[in-house]
């Protein structure tokens, strides 16, 4: 899902003249578009498939960095703690 600045780049213009191609080519390619106005980002457009799948990741790796970050802060419980406050005894 790497942007190609030579394809995925377009003015905010673009957008309103022709909409459904700008949707078809997210959709298409995979790859966000970046929307500009006066030469600056202002917008993403990204398919929502790819968008649902990005936020799904970052929560992942978020949780892990959290486990990591409790791991080393020593906030652990044991097997049998874990059992106790799952239910699962």
Do not use: W
């Not at 080519?25 to 929307?35: A, E, F, G, S």
């Not at 906030?75 to 239910?87: C, Y």
């Amino acid at each position: 899902m790497q942007t190609k600045f030579s394809e995925d780049v377009i003015p905010l213009s673009d957008l309103k003249v022709n909409p459904g191609k700008v949707v078809s080519r997210v959709n298409d390619t995979h790859r966000p578009i970046l929307l500009t106005s006066r030469g600056r980002g202002v917008a993403v457009v990204q398919c929502l498939d790819d968008y649902e799948k990005t936020v799904e990741e970052l929560r992942f790796i978020k949780a892990v960095a959290q486990g990591l970050a409790d791991l080393r802060e020593g906030n652990t419980v044991t097997l049998a703690e874990a059992k106790k406050i799952l239910g699962a005894e």
